[in-house]
């Protein structure tokens, strides 16, 4: 700038528009130190997955799929009881959330008078939980649920009930804005033909909402499946034997599995960790994917 | 009624409009709904329960001994309660994770506020949103078996397994994600006219980025950092994986360290029956991390609230 | 005479006139009453609603104050009226859509059948049973066509065949010969005009006594604009209409009254609220109005 100064104070007009050397050598330089962050983690992610493949890929088998796990012999240990007792726990955890967060999420955008201070307490709180580190989940599960009032012990529905208030939250953010997507002209035209306020929602908007909700629980889902805090503190035992054939079963879960054999001193068990790694990154993936398929096939545009 | 009509019998007729009053059903069902709502809140009022309840206990034994001892070591013959190697591993690694994620992170924010393409947006939306799906003990695995070889035993030449640099520095870019995808948000809340103004002056992208739009987003970043760094401290697979169980006051990052977290699932995983100070140890930890990050989030949630209010 | 708002005509030879120009409605023999708040009418005939001194207020401001006017069966009412001044709050009133916002309070009475459907004891989904209504927007379900017209008796409980309702409604709203084949298609795929037709197929499908129509057809183009109008003035031999327009001329064109509001301060100088300026047959309305302020807007002086 000082230099336009004095190149108009001594009569001359700038002329050219090109930016000086200098400048350009900041800009380049500054977007490029901006690029190399995400090239950064890019990198970090890749090399992270590389590892992961090049330690497990040997230990993968179908054998693996379904064996149990040994804690003298890796070659024959498997995640059997370990896959399937973290199916299960899905399966715990999502008939509890769906019901629970849907509703939650109905009666926040459809019922709820927001000037009510108990429906304002509810909203605030609902964010206060997203934030709680998922440790303390599972210190809930351990004095309520396992030991407590409940004392049922560490089993599969504690574990199922313990996640499920874990991701609770994520269902029901995702489930109100699902909701709220739907116009309101819809609920009108409901309600101006004689429908009640439940009529419409059940009718009307829950079914246009469908598709968020949809994609909400597998997100939840996705965010549960991967939680190895909160099973610890419960008790979730270390190494099954056996699959839970009911909910008062006791109950293992993959990354619990995987845990233990990172923490397994013998440097053989490492791989077997990161086959396990492999197959739960394998199952977040394919939830992710329909989870977007199910949002590009059928999220409506209003 | 004639012409175009249903030939079915009419909802009602245009009689008398019916005296009835509010439909229970529907009351019913507003209940219900109410009811399901309430257990978020006894979500809540479950947590700071069994905290408290269980620290009570825990509190009543050990006392002020929690602030005045200098070691943790509830399980040892001649035990000693003192929070401090605790909170010191647990700031130490959370705050390696913050000197890496932060730097990262807010680039990351500032290049796709600023200077992407949709294109490059479309593809660097969904790495983000991988690396935040990554379930946490697999980060802790590629600490162990990857960062803390190359990194503390090939690089820094220390052989030692379990260290607060591994832990810190994956921890860092669990974190990332989080400050980048906040403080992108606060930086695209900046109204476009701002930039405008500047370009029209004759500011360069950089100057705009560095001198318009990181200040008026400031409020976004901090709250960004905020949130980081509460979720570094309610972090566990990670620090329990890689930084070891060793409860330590100093500030070497390549010795071991403990970590609220990591101490607490430790314990949990132990034989500690009820009415134990062991087990009691959990929930004393418990209560402490509960606190600290709520009055973390807190913090962030009224810096969320500034920014937002200024351009919303 | 048709009762104005505080103004009664007492001229006999205006009355007479009144009698001749409006086609349709026979005002048979006028019977003065003389009433504090004005003159009411007595004609062949029913009045459908009897609003007396409506006040529809959001968190207590009025919106739209003191409206008293009568509306009859099988004719077609049109409200008129510049921006803001409580037309759409108005006849919400009618069907208490209103009670769907928080704020909205509603004093005065409004008879439906010598009813007053915001009393007490009066379950508001009874009277949008009865009084139908279609918006401004075109609102279709995103379900099939069949079910959108299905989805009324369906809820309603109502018997006979659903296939004949749908198809009696869909006759009732012009609609059937254009999409008969495809009833199962999304409804989301018709065009503008042909939706709001379906939303008013829907309406004619629960069978009701009133059809309201807010600003039917302000989204849509000229030719369905048409092909609705048409449609209306088929519809008042079942039903009675109440149609919101800030179209003067489709005014002119379909209805038999029409209400002229406008905006004013309010006594306080500090809020604007609307106020019923005149009501009376549409021809005397646009050729003979009683108000300068409604010469003035029919006119386009103002507007």
């Known amino acids: 700038m000082s230099s336009a100064a004095e190149a108009a104070a001594a009569g001359a007009v700038r002329t050219s528009f090109e930016s000086g050397r200098s400048t350009r050598i900041w800009e380049l330089a500054f977007k490029g130190c901006l690029a190399s962050c995400i090239l950064v983690s890019l990198l970090v992610l890749v090399v992270l997955l590389e590892q992961i493949v090049n330690d497990g890929i040997g230990s993968l088998s179908l054998g693996f799929l379904t064996d149990t796990p040994s804690r003298i012999d890796p070659a024959s240990s498997g995640i059997g009881p370990a896959l399937t007792g973290t199916l299960w726990l899905m399966l715990v955890c999502t008939v509890f959330i769906i019901p629970v967060g849907v509703a939650t999420a109905v009666y926040l955008e459809e019922y709820a008078d927001s000037d009510r201070w108990f429906n304002r307490v509810i909203e605030v709180n609902i964010q206060n939980l997203a934030a709680v580190p998922s440790i303390v989940y599972g210190v809930l599960g351990l004095a309520f649920l396992v030991r407590g009032p409940l004392s049922m012990g560490h089993v599969l529905l504690a574990g199922g009930l313990t996640l499920g208030l874990l991701v609770l939250p994520v269902l029901i953010v995702a489930g109100r804005e699902a909701i709220r997507a739907v116009p309101p002209s819809i609920r009108e035209g409901s309600m101006a033909l004689g429908a009640t306020r439940w009529q419409t929602v059940w009718k009307q908007v829950l079914p246009a909402s469908l598709p968020g909700i949809a994609t909400g629980a597998i997100l939840s889902l996705s965010r549960a499946i991967g939680e190895t805090a909160p099973l610890i503190v419960i008790g979730a035992a270390a190494f099954a034997t056996s699959s839970p054939t009911g909910i008062f079963d006791d109950v293992t879960a993959l990354p619990i599995q995987i845990f233990s054999w990172i923490s397994d001193p013998q440097p053989e068990f490492k791989s077997l960790a990161a086959a396990g790694i492999i197959v739960l990154m394998v199952i977040l993936l394919a939830m992710n994917a329909v989870a977007i398929w199910l949002r590009n096939r059928y999220e409506r545009k209003w | 009624m004639e012409a175009a009509t249903a030939k079915g019998a009419s909802p009602g007729g245009f009689g008398p409009l019916g005296k009835r009053r509010r439909r229970p059903g529907e009351e019913v069902i507003r209940v219900l709904l109410f009811v399901a709502a309430a257990i978020s809140v006894l979500t809540t009022i479950g947590i700071v329960f069994a905290l408290v309840e269980e620290s009570v206990s825990f509190f009543g034994e050990v006392g002020t001994r929690f602030f005045t001892d200098t070691e943790w070591t509830p399980l040892f013959q001649d035990p000693e309660y003192g929070i401090w190697p605790l909170l010191n591993g647990t700031f130490l690694i959370t705050g390696i994770g913050i000197l890496v994620a932060v730097p990262l992170g807010l680039g990351t924010a500032v290049y796709l506020s600023e200077y992407a393409t949709p294109r490059v947006r479309k593809i660097v939306k969904p790495i983000i949103e991988v690396l935040v799906g990554v379930p946490t003990v697999v980060f802790g695995y590629f600490a162990l078996t990857l960062v803390t070889p190359i990194i503390v035993q090939d690089l820094f030449g220390v052989q030692v397994q379990f260290n607060a640099l591994s832990a810190g520095l994956v921890m860092g870019i669990m974190i990332m994600p989080t400050i980048a995808s906040i403080s992108e948000d606060a930086m695209s809340a900046v109204p476009q006219g701002l930039r405008e103004g500047a370009y029209g002056l004759g500011a360069t992208k950089r100057q705009v980025a560095t001198k318009v739009v990181f200040p008026a987003a400031i409020s976004g970043v901090v709250a960004a950092i905020v949130l980081g760094i509460s979720r570094g401290i309610g972090e566990t697979m990670i620090v329990l994986i890689a930084a070891g169980l060793a409860p330590s006051n100093g500030l070497n990052p390549v010795d071991p360290h403990a970590t609220i977290t990591g101490f607490m699932a430790a314990t949990a995983k132990g034989d500690n029956p009820a009415g134990t100070i062991g087990y009691q140890s959990i929930f004393a930890l418990g209560l402490t991390l509960f606190v600290l990050t709520l009055v973390m989030n807190m913090i962030a949630i009224r810096f969320v609230r500034k920014y937002r209010q200024v351009y919303e | ?199 008013i197929a829907r309406a004619l499908a629960v069978n009701p006594d009133v059809i309201l129509m807010d600003e039917p057809c302000s989204a849509l183009d000229p030719i369905s604009t048409g092909k609705i109008e048409d449609l209306m003035l088929e519809l008042k031999e079942g039903y009675s209409i109440v149609i919101v327009t800030h179209n003067m001329q489709q005014a002119a064109r379909v209805s038999d009254l029409t209400a002229f509001l406008i905006v004013k301060l309010d006594a306080e100088e500090r809020h604007r609220q609307g106020r019923l300026v005149e009501y009376d047959a549409t021809e005397t309305i646009f050729t003979n109005p009683s108000d300068q302020r409604t010469e003035d807007y029919v006119t386009g002086k103002v507007g």
């Open chain 3, 1 to 199: 005479m048709i009762r104005l708002n505080g103004r009664a005509v007492t001229d006999p030879e205006r009355a007479q006139e009144h009698e001749r120009a409006v086609p349709g409605i026979d005002l048979g023999e006028t019977v003065a009453e003389t009433h504090p708040a004005g003159a009411r009418t007595v004609t062949s005939r029913e009045a459908v609603f009897k609003l007396e001194d409506v006040t529809v207020s959001y968190g207590g401001k009025p919106a739209v104050a003191e409206v008293s006017m009568d509306i009859y069966r099988n004719a077609i009412t049109a409200i008129i009226g510049p921006s803001g001044c409580g037309k759409s709050t108005l006849i919400r009133c009618l069907n208490r859509m209103n009670d769907l916002i928080p704020s909205a309070t509603v004093d005065g009475r409004v008879l439906y059948h010598e009813q007053d459907i915001y009393d007490e004891q009066v379950d508001p989904v009874e009277v949008r049973k009865r009084i139908g209504m279609v918006f401004q927007k075109p609102n279709p379900f995103p379900k099939s066509i069949y079910d959108n017209i299905a989805f009324g008796p369906r809820i309603l409980g109502m018997d006979g065949n659903m296939d004949e309702i749908v198809e009696n409604a869909l006759h009732g709203a012009a609609l059937w010969d254009e999409v008969k084949d495809r009833l199962d298609a999304n409804a989301f795929g018709m065009s503008g005009g042909q939706q709001q037709r379906l939303c």
